[in-house]
Protein backbone atom coordinates (compact mmCIF):
# COMPACT_ATOMS: atom_id res chain seq x y z
CA UNK A 1 0.00 0.00 0.00
CA UNK A 2 3.08 2.41 0.92
CA UNK A 3 4.39 1.75 -2.57
CA UNK A 4 1.48 2.71 -4.15
CA UNK A 5 0.95 5.46 -1.99
CA UNK A 6 4.26 6.69 -3.39
CA UNK A 7 3.83 5.71 -7.02
CA UNK A 8 0.89 8.17 -7.14
CA UNK A 9 2.30 11.09 -5.32
CA UNK A 10 5.15 10.67 -7.42
CA UNK A 11 3.24 10.95 -10.62
CA UNK A 12 1.30 14.20 -9.43
CA UNK A 13 4.54 15.90 -8.81
CA UNK A 14 5.54 14.76 -12.79
CA UNK A 15 2.45 16.20 -14.13
CA UNK A 16 3.29 19.19 -12.24
CA UNK A 17 6.53 19.78 -13.46
CA UNK A 18 5.68 18.96 -17.04
CA UNK A 19 3.56 21.31 -16.88
CA UNK A 20 6.21 23.72 -15.94
CA UNK A 21 8.93 22.29 -18.22
CA UNK A 22 6.94 21.86 -21.35
CA UNK A 23 6.78 25.74 -21.46
CA UNK A 24 8.07 26.89 -24.53
CA UNK A 25 9.35 29.79 -22.42
CA UNK A 26 8.33 32.41 -20.07
CA UNK A 27 5.15 33.60 -21.27
CA UNK A 28 4.01 30.31 -22.11
CA UNK A 29 4.59 29.57 -18.45
CA UNK A 30 2.53 32.78 -16.93
CA UNK A 31 0.20 31.51 -19.44
CA UNK A 32 -0.29 27.80 -17.66
CA UNK A 33 -0.23 29.46 -14.28
CA UNK A 34 -3.04 31.62 -16.02
CA UNK A 35 -1.04 34.90 -14.86
CA UNK A 36 -1.89 38.30 -16.85
CA UNK A 37 0.87 40.65 -15.45
CA UNK A 38 3.92 41.16 -16.75
CA UNK A 39 7.53 40.81 -15.23
CA UNK A 40 7.53 44.34 -14.67
CA UNK A 41 4.84 44.52 -12.86
CA UNK A 42 4.83 41.56 -10.78
CA UNK A 43 8.57 42.64 -10.20
CA UNK A 44 6.73 45.90 -8.13
CA UNK A 45 7.22 43.26 -5.23
CA UNK A 46 10.98 43.53 -5.67
CA UNK A 47 12.93 45.04 -2.82
CA UNK A 48 9.93 44.68 -0.55
CA UNK A 49 11.47 44.55 3.00
CA UNK A 50 8.54 43.25 4.95
CA UNK A 51 8.85 41.09 8.34
CA UNK A 52 8.01 36.95 8.55
CA UNK A 53 5.32 38.39 10.98
CA UNK A 54 4.02 41.38 8.17
CA UNK A 55 4.06 38.39 5.50
CA UNK A 56 2.56 35.89 7.65
CA UNK A 57 -0.87 38.12 8.16
CA UNK A 58 -1.30 36.63 4.43
CA UNK A 59 -1.07 32.91 5.92
CA UNK A 60 -4.24 31.28 5.06
CA UNK A 61 -5.67 33.78 2.30
CA UNK A 62 -6.06 31.84 -1.26
CA UNK A 63 -6.23 34.55 -3.65
CA UNK A 64 -7.63 33.16 -6.85
CA UNK A 65 -5.73 33.75 -10.43
CA UNK A 66 -8.27 36.82 -10.69
CA UNK A 67 -7.06 38.82 -7.69
CA UNK A 68 -3.47 38.11 -8.21
CA UNK A 69 -4.24 39.80 -11.82
CA UNK A 70 -5.30 43.15 -10.23
CA UNK A 71 -2.04 44.22 -10.51
CA UNK A 72 -1.95 43.79 -14.30
CA UNK A 73 -1.10 47.26 -15.67
CA UNK A 74 0.36 48.66 -12.52
CA UNK A 75 3.27 50.41 -14.28
CA UNK A 76 5.53 51.54 -10.89
CA UNK A 77 5.68 50.80 -7.09
CA UNK A 78 1.99 50.42 -5.55
CA UNK A 79 3.10 52.65 -2.55
CA UNK A 80 4.40 55.48 -4.99
CA UNK A 81 0.75 55.61 -6.82
CA UNK A 82 -1.17 55.94 -3.30
CA UNK A 83 1.37 58.91 -2.76
CA UNK A 84 0.24 60.44 -5.91
CA UNK A 85 -3.27 60.40 -4.65
CA UNK A 86 -5.31 63.29 -2.75
CA UNK A 87 -5.14 62.78 0.86
CA UNK A 88 -8.29 62.32 2.78
CA UNK A 89 -9.89 66.26 3.28
CA UNK A 90 -12.99 66.97 4.96
CA UNK A 91 -14.23 69.58 2.39
CA UNK A 92 -13.57 67.52 -0.34
CA UNK A 93 -15.81 64.96 2.17
CA UNK A 94 -18.23 67.14 2.67
CA UNK A 95 -18.50 68.53 -1.02
CA UNK A 96 -18.66 64.98 -2.80
CA UNK A 97 -21.45 64.04 -0.02
CA UNK A 98 -23.65 66.85 -1.75
CA UNK A 99 -26.57 65.49 -4.06
CA UNK A 100 -25.26 67.67 -7.03
CA UNK A 101 -28.74 68.08 -8.54
CA UNK A 102 -29.38 70.62 -11.35
CA UNK A 103 -29.73 74.07 -10.93
CA UNK A 104 -27.96 73.84 -7.45
CA UNK A 105 -25.26 76.24 -5.69
CA UNK A 106 -22.24 74.85 -3.13
CA UNK A 107 -21.86 77.42 -0.07
CA UNK A 108 -20.59 76.66 3.31
CA UNK A 109 -22.36 76.61 6.58
CA UNK A 110 -19.56 76.38 8.61
CA UNK A 111 -15.88 74.87 8.73
CA UNK A 112 -15.74 72.24 6.01
CA UNK A 113 -18.95 71.54 5.41
CA UNK A 114 -20.84 72.35 3.01
CA UNK A 115 -24.29 72.81 1.85
CA UNK A 116 -26.37 73.17 -1.40
CA UNK A 117 -29.23 75.88 -2.56
CA UNK A 118 -31.31 76.57 -5.45
CA UNK A 119 -30.18 78.54 -8.00
CA UNK A 120 -32.09 79.39 -11.05
CA UNK A 121 -31.64 80.44 -14.81
CA UNK A 122 -32.85 83.87 -13.66
CA UNK A 123 -30.34 83.75 -10.58
CA UNK A 124 -27.13 82.91 -13.00
CA UNK A 125 -27.85 85.20 -15.43
CA UNK A 126 -27.70 88.12 -12.65
CA UNK A 127 -24.76 86.48 -11.27
CA UNK A 128 -23.18 86.22 -14.65
CA UNK A 129 -23.39 89.57 -15.15
CA UNK A 130 -19.62 91.55 -14.96
CA UNK A 131 -21.17 94.58 -12.82
CA UNK A 132 -24.03 96.75 -11.20
CA UNK A 133 -25.27 98.03 -14.60
CA UNK A 134 -25.35 94.76 -16.20
CA UNK A 135 -27.08 93.53 -13.83
CA UNK A 136 -29.59 96.36 -13.79
CA UNK A 137 -30.25 95.82 -17.58
CA UNK A 138 -30.66 92.26 -16.75
CA UNK A 139 -33.52 92.96 -14.14
CA UNK A 140 -35.08 95.44 -17.01
CA UNK A 141 -34.56 98.79 -15.06
CA UNK A 142 -33.77 101.84 -16.42
CA UNK A 143 -32.79 103.62 -13.91
CA UNK A 144 -29.18 103.43 -12.50
CA UNK A 145 -27.59 102.80 -9.02
CA UNK A 146 -27.53 105.98 -7.84
CA UNK A 147 -30.93 106.73 -9.06
CA UNK A 148 -32.26 103.80 -7.26
CA UNK A 149 -30.56 104.83 -4.00
CA UNK A 150 -32.42 108.38 -3.72
CA UNK A 151 -35.89 109.04 -2.50
CA UNK A 152 -37.82 112.40 -2.15
CA UNK A 153 -39.77 114.38 0.15
CA UNK A 154 -42.44 116.98 -0.53
CA UNK A 155 -43.55 119.62 2.20
CA UNK A 156 -45.81 122.39 1.48
CA UNK A 157 -46.05 126.30 2.76
CA UNK A 158 -48.84 128.12 2.40
CA UNK A 159 -47.18 131.74 1.36
CA UNK A 160 -43.76 132.41 1.00
CA UNK A 161 -44.03 136.33 0.54
CA UNK A 162 -44.82 135.69 4.89
CA UNK A 163 -41.44 134.73 6.88
CA UNK A 164 -42.07 131.48 8.16
CA UNK A 165 -40.90 128.25 7.98
CA UNK A 166 -42.35 124.59 7.81
CA UNK A 167 -40.47 121.06 8.62
CA UNK A 168 -40.50 117.57 6.93
CA UNK A 169 -39.24 114.49 8.66
CA UNK A 170 -36.48 112.23 6.22
CA UNK A 171 -37.95 108.56 6.83
CA UNK A 172 -33.93 107.41 6.21
CA UNK A 173 -31.09 108.62 6.43
CA UNK A 174 -28.40 109.88 4.05
CA UNK A 175 -27.61 113.52 2.12
CA UNK A 176 -29.70 115.63 0.48
CA UNK A 177 -28.55 116.21 -3.14
CA UNK A 178 -31.13 118.48 -3.98
CA UNK A 179 -33.80 121.10 -2.97
CA UNK A 180 -36.75 121.99 -5.77
CA UNK A 181 -39.24 124.30 -5.49
CA UNK A 182 -42.56 124.99 -7.44
CA UNK A 183 -45.30 128.16 -6.99
CA UNK A 184 -48.63 128.03 -7.63
CA UNK A 185 -48.84 132.33 -8.62
CA UNK A 186 -47.14 135.03 -9.05
CA UNK A 187 -44.81 136.93 -6.40
CA UNK A 188 -44.35 140.43 -6.93
CA UNK A 189 -42.16 143.48 -5.35
CA UNK A 190 -39.03 141.51 -4.60
CA UNK A 191 -37.66 137.97 -4.41
CA UNK A 192 -38.14 135.16 -2.18
CA UNK A 193 -35.03 133.63 -0.87
CA UNK A 194 -35.33 129.68 0.85
CA UNK A 195 -32.78 127.85 2.35
CA UNK A 196 -32.86 124.80 4.55
CA UNK A 197 -31.69 123.97 8.14
CA UNK A 198 -30.97 120.69 9.41
CA UNK A 199 -30.94 120.98 13.69
CA UNK A 200 -30.60 124.63 13.15
CA UNK A 201 -27.43 124.32 11.17
CA UNK A 202 -27.86 125.99 7.34
CA UNK A 203 -27.54 123.24 4.80
CA UNK A 204 -24.36 124.46 2.84
CA UNK A 205 -25.75 125.74 -0.87
CA UNK A 206 -28.96 125.29 0.00
CA UNK A 207 -30.49 128.99 -1.01
CA UNK A 208 -32.95 128.87 -3.54
CA UNK A 209 -34.04 132.94 -5.06
CA UNK A 210 -37.67 132.57 -6.50
CA UNK A 211 -37.32 135.70 -8.07
CA UNK A 212 -40.50 137.86 -8.63
CA UNK A 213 -39.54 139.34 -12.25
CA UNK A 214 -41.25 136.85 -14.86
CA UNK A 215 -42.77 135.22 -11.49
CA UNK A 216 -45.80 132.71 -12.53
CA UNK A 217 -47.77 129.50 -11.34
CA UNK A 218 -45.50 126.72 -12.57
CA UNK A 219 -42.15 128.39 -12.00
CA UNK A 220 -39.56 125.51 -10.62
CA UNK A 221 -36.46 126.77 -8.96
CA UNK A 222 -33.67 124.73 -7.16
CA UNK A 223 -30.37 124.52 -5.09
CA UNK A 224 -27.56 122.06 -5.07
CA UNK A 225 -26.52 121.56 -1.24
CA UNK A 226 -22.93 120.84 -0.66
CA UNK A 227 -22.28 120.81 2.96
CA UNK A 228 -23.90 119.99 6.20
CA UNK A 229 -26.51 118.35 4.49
CA UNK A 230 -26.44 114.89 6.17
CA UNK A 231 -29.50 113.63 8.00
CA UNK A 232 -30.12 110.80 10.35
CA UNK A 233 -33.33 108.67 9.85
CA UNK A 234 -36.29 110.47 11.76
CA UNK A 235 -34.72 113.72 11.54
CA UNK A 236 -36.24 116.74 10.47
CA UNK A 237 -35.53 119.31 7.52
CA UNK A 238 -36.64 122.88 7.56
CA UNK A 239 -37.25 125.12 4.76
CA UNK A 240 -37.43 128.46 5.69
CA UNK A 241 -38.56 131.86 3.65
CA UNK A 242 -37.45 134.92 4.01
CA UNK A 243 -40.55 136.60 3.23
CA UNK A 244 -39.01 139.09 1.05
CA UNK A 245 -41.38 139.06 -1.83
CA UNK A 246 -45.54 140.20 -1.86
CA UNK A 247 -48.71 138.66 -3.01
CA UNK A 248 -49.64 135.29 -0.98
CA UNK A 249 -48.48 132.29 -3.17
CA UNK A 250 -48.34 128.89 -2.10
CA UNK A 251 -45.01 126.90 -2.68
CA UNK A 252 -44.27 123.34 -2.86
CA UNK A 253 -40.74 121.87 -2.34
CA UNK A 254 -39.48 118.55 -2.76
CA UNK A 255 -35.97 117.67 -1.23
CA UNK A 256 -33.97 114.79 -2.97
CA UNK A 257 -32.15 112.81 -0.13
CA UNK A 258 -29.46 110.06 -1.38
CA UNK A 259 -28.82 106.93 0.86
Given at each position: MKKILIAISTLVVLACATTWLFATDASDLKFRFGITATPAELNIMDGVTSTAAELNVLDGIMPTVAELNYIDGVTSAIQTQLNAKQTLDATLTSVAALGTAADKLAYTTGVDTWAEAALTAAGRAVLDDANAAAQLVTLGLTANAAELNQY??????????????????????????????????????????????????????????IAFTGSAAGIVDSSAPSAANTVTAGQAIEIITNGGSTNVVRATFTILITR
Open positions: AITVDMTDISTAASVWVVAPHAGDIAAIYSVINGAIITADATITAEIGGTLVTGSSIT
